[in-house]
T-cell receptor, first 112, second 109 residues
Framework: SQTIHQWPATLVQPVGSPLSLECTVEGTSNPNLYWYRQAAGRGLQLLFYSVGIGQISSEVPQNLSASRPQDRQFILSSKKLLLSDSGFYLC???????????FGSGTRLTVV | GIQVEQSPPDLILQEGANSTLRCNFSDSVNNLQWFHQNPWGQLINLFYIPSGTKQNGRLSATTVATERYSLLYISSSQTTDSGVYFCGAGGTSYGKLTFGQGTILTVHP
């Protein structure tokens, strides 16, 4: 069966520090991968999506970047965090574009 | 892009009651999904339903794509149904979803 792993679960980082959040999927090949951010517990905003290795599309211009170094690995990064980067970050995958999502358990990031 | 509106924003029920949550979207969609977010933040996919009707236990969903809305029905609600319900809608572009602001459901015993 397919599973998705996301870590860390919580993170407190100072302003200006770097960030790396990792998401991996098991039990499937060539999944569509997505990073979403949820602020204040309401509404999810799509940040990045990927339909293959090295193929990253950004939805919102911001302080973040994403990479997909392996088929089932999706990484969200920042060189210097801002206070406004705080939020709940969720990774999701789907087998194809016309199928349901499975979300990871999320990372709660607080920038102080 | 697609705009998604959910109603009501908040809903309080007694255990055993039925409820209907609504999701309106501004454009034609090929992807419509309903999710439940539990108090720990985990999002669980309830339905992938770009059109038609599906049922899973006490939950069912109907999407009328031509009229640009989807409904989620919860029957005989239980306290474990509490949480936030989101719908996400998208077109043909790589499975991307635009989410509504959610409906916060509270079920009292």
């Amino acid at each position: 069966s397919q599973t998705i792993h996301q870590w860390p679960a919580t993170l407190v980082q100072p302003v200006g520090s770097p960030l790396s959040l990792e998401c991996t999927v098991e039990g499937t090949s060539n999944p569509n991968l997505y990073w979403y951010r949820q602020a204040a517990g309401r509404g999810l905003q799509l940040l990045f999506y990927s339909v293959g290795i090295g193929q990253i599309s950004s939805e919102v211009p911001q302080n973040l970047s994403a990479s997909r170094p392996q088929d089932r690995q999706f990484i969200l990064s920042s060189k210097k965090l801002l206070l406004s980067d705080s939020g709940f970050y969720l990774c999701a995958w789907s087998p194809i574009s016309s199928a349901g999502y499975t979300f990871g358990s999320g990372t709660r990031l607080t920038v102080v | 892009g697609i705009q998604v509106e959910q109603s009501p924003p908040d809903l309080i029920l007694q255990e055993g009651a039925n409820s209907t949550l609504r999701c309106n979207f501004s454009d034609s969609v090929n992807n419509l999904q309903w999710f439940h977010q539990n108090p720990w933040g985990q999002l669980i996919n309830l339905f992938y339903i770009p059109s038609g009707t599906k049922q899973n236990g006490r939950l069912s969903a109907t999407t009328v794509a031509t009229e640009r809305y989807s409904l989620l029905y919860i029957s005989s609600s239980q306290t474990t149904d509490s949480g936030v319900y989101f719908c996400g809608a998208g077109g043909t572009s790589y499975g991307k979803l635009t989410f509504g602001q959610g409906t916060i459901l509270t079920v009292h015993p």
